[in-house]
């Protein structure tokens, strides 16, 4: 199919980092613990969790939620 994939060198996937984690969080917290039965039943639990990710669930690291991080520069 002409893939290629998305990699910084042969064992260095450090470009993936941060979407390795949010997907890693997603299962997580949203996945796991209630398992969808159906496509569009998963479809609309990850993108009410993707709207409380942004919004709503603060980060460790920061203190706030992404979009209020964002918006503070």
């Known amino acids: 199919y002409g893939i290629t ?3 910084s060198r ?3 996937p450090y470009d993936n ?3 390795e984690n949010f997907f890693s969080i997603l299962k997580t917290e949203c996945i796991y613990r209630r398992k969808p039965a159906t ?3 998963a479809n609309d639990m990850i993108d009410r969790y993707i709207q ?3 919004h ?3 980060q ?3 203190g706030v939620a992404p ?3 964002r918006h503070s520069y």
Do not use: H
């Open 10 to 12: 042969r064992g260095n």
């Open 56 to 58: 709503e669930r603060i």
């Open 39 to 41: 496509f569009s039943e």
């Open 17 to 19: 980092a941060m979407a």
């Open 52 to 54: 409380f990710y942004n």
């Open 5 to 7: 994939p998305s990699m």
């Open 60 to 62: 460790t690291k920061a």
């Open 67 to 69: 979009l209020t991080l």
